[in-house]
């Protein structure tokens, strides 16, 4: 029974991620099985010191890392030479082996974390805490979940490791079991690429630390999509005139759903506006601020070139940037004003203006107060840019407790969580679209920073959605 501790550890510490992976859609593969914890084990297994019976196990380490030649396999090659010494000098006995096995199992889901958040939400660790610490589910998702899974692989690992039971296992049959392992892992990624056996974590981390944007693609939009909507060509600038008056208008979580009919009807507030163009936009940032930064032609928040908003500002424009939440939260209040923007208004400057607060997914300005400050900024003469980022359709949506359900509801047979993610993406629509009919010598740019990313009771709702497709707008 002890012996099969061996399999169930590094299923149990790749499977959270696997279930959260297929959760959200996540477009990169992730296996539920976990070499990197498999080898680990396996070397606590060898015999203690010994240390020329390790060479072939280096050596090995060293001819990969050679054959393929990349800074990450390099790299990935030295953590495990380097695990192979530690072990190798680690007597044992408990207190030995419990501080080694849990310092490099915390390393491997910090490895299994990094890779899940970049390819969901192509965000690094340092930005996901600096989106955490703003609320209380950030102690646990940095401090509780870590330690509860850390701790878990402890009481497995007890008995095969330090236990009653603890036993060995030779040097060649270490190499074997490795061998077979890899091999048979390799058959089967060349048969099909639907799901790998082994996942090494480890590697896939260092390769997106060494190569940033690199989870650039974009899924392929099915036919029918295809056939219904035009799409902006990738590349091509959406706002080429800086002499015009504009509004951009980057909306939370507003998404391309797999169901023509679905996106059709959040397109459908502006079917009757004057609109130069009404379709899909395909997306490399996959989170708000990355949206922002892209609207700004600033990626990564890196100023290569002139900002779209300092291009407004050169030509005598008044440059707005409007949010209805928190000016620390991404530290937008500090940095924006860097991108040419003259006026900051968050959550406290328009709260202290008079407008309204609601409590959806995020507790902030309501967008319907916002969309009416906006159009008294459009009254008078003076050439604006305006960019609002909104915040009503901030998922969870199962929050938004009192809103008023759209008639769309019914007849789209909507559940619960599409109704309501549907309704206040509508609401916020229909005024805009009227804004745009009010205010015609105003161009209106209206797209989505990302598809909808969470629901708390239906996880088929993210998975509705294509990835980094987004819906654009543009009127008069």
């Known amino acids: 029974m002890t012996k099969s501790f061996l399999f169930v550890i590094p299923i149990f510490s790749a499977i959270p991620f696997w279930v959260t992976g297929k959760f959200f859609d996540t477009p990169q593969l992730h296996v539920f099985f976990s070499a990197d914890i498999f080898f680990l084990l396996l070397l606590f297994l060898l015999p203690y010191g010994k240390i020329l019976y390790k060479i072939p196990f280096v050596l090995a380490c060293c001819i990969y890392?050679?054959?393929?030649?990349?800074?990450?396999?390099?790299?990935?090659?030295?953590?495990?030479?380097?695990?192979?010494?530690?072990?190798?000098?680690?007597?044992r006995v408990r207190k030995f082996v419990l501080p080694v096995y849990s310092l490099f199992a915390l390393l491997f889901l910090i490895a299994d974390a990094g890779n899940f958040f970049y390819s969901t939400f192509v965000l690094t660790?340092?930005?996901?805490?600096?989106?955490?610490?703003?609320?209380?589910?950030?102690?646990?998702?940095?401090?509780?979940?870590?330690?509860?899974?850390?701790?878990?692989?402890?009481?497995?690992?007890?008995?095969?490791?330090?236990?009653?039971?603890?036993?060995?296992?030779?040097?060649?049959?270490?190499l074997c079991i490795i061998a077979s392992m890899v091999a048979a892992n390799a058959g089967v990624n060349k048969l099909q690429r639907r799901q790998p056996i082994m996942?090494?974590?480890?590697?896939?981390?260092?390769?997106?630390?060494?190569?940033?944007?690199?989870?650039?693609?974009?899924?392929?939009?099915?036919?029918?999509?295809?056939?219904?909507?035009?799409?902006?060509?990738?590349?091509k600038t959406v706002v080429g005139d800086c002499s015009k008056s504009t509004v951009v208008v980057l909306v939370e979580s507003y998404g391309v759903n797999k169901s023509v009919a679905y996106t059709k009807a959040l397109l459908s507030p502006f079917s009757n506006s004057n609109a130069q163009f009404l379709g899909l936009y395909p997306r490399d940032a996959s989170h708000t601020q990355g949206a922002?930064?892209?609207?700004?032609?600033?990626?990564?928040?890196?100023?290569?070139?002139?900002?779209?908003?300092q291009k407004f500002k050169e030509n005598n424009f008044q440059t707005w940037y409007l949010h209805g939440y928190d000016e620390k939260f991404y530290e937008r209040g500090e940095n924006y004003g860097k991108f040419g923007f003259d006026s900051l208004l968050f959550k406290k400057d328009l709260a202290s203006r008079g407008?309204?607060?609601?409590?959806?997914?995020?507790?902030?300005?309501?967008?319907?107060?916002?969309?009416?400050?906006?159009?008294?900024?459009?009254?008078?003469?003076?050439?604006?840019?305006?960019?609002?980022?909104?915040?009503?359709?901030h998922p969870p949506y199962e929050l938004a407790d009192g809103v008023e359900k759209s008639s769309v509801c019914r007849s789209m047979r909507f559940d619960d969580v599409d109704c309501v993610y549907f309704t206040l993406q509508q609401n916020t629509m229909k005024r805009l679209a009227k804004q745009a009919e009010k205010h015609p010598d105003y161009r209106f740019i209206i797209r989505g920073d990302h598809r909808p990313m969470g629901s708390l009771e239906q996880s088929s709702f993210v998975q509705s959605f294509?990835?980094?497709?987004?819906?654009l707008v543009i009127l008069n």
Request: charged letters at 15%.
């Open 65 to 91: 890392a050679f054959i393929s030649d990349s800074i990450d396999v390099y790299i990935t090659m030295g953590v495990y030479v380097l695990m192979i010494f530690v072990t190798t000098a680690t007597p």
């Open 125 to 174: 660790l340092p930005d996901v805490w600096g989106l955490a610490k703003f609320y209380w589910w950030g102690i646990f998702l940095f401090f509780l979940i870590p330690l509860s899974l850390i701790s878990l692989q402890i009481l497995f690992a007890q008995r095969l490791l330090w236990g009653k039971e603890h036993f060995e296992i030779s040097h060649l049959a270490v």
């Open 199 to 235: 996942d090494f974590a480890t590697q896939k981390w260092f390769w997106q630390l060494c190569t940033p944007g690199i989870i650039g693609q974009n899924p392929y939009l099915q036919e029918d999509i295809k056939a219904a909507f035009p799409f902006w060509q990738k590349g």
């Open 292 to 309: 922002e930064w892209e609207d700004f032609d600033a990626l990564g928040g890196t100023i290569r070139q002139t900002p779209l908003p």
């Open 355 to 393: 407008l309204a607060s609601c409590h959806y997914g995020f507790d902030g300005i309501c967008d319907t107060s916002i969309v009416n400050y906006i159009d008294s900024l459009l009254t008078d003469s003076i050439p604006k840019f305006i960019y609002w980022t909104t915040l009503d359709a």
């Open 466 to 471: 294509y990835f980094r497709w987004v819906p």
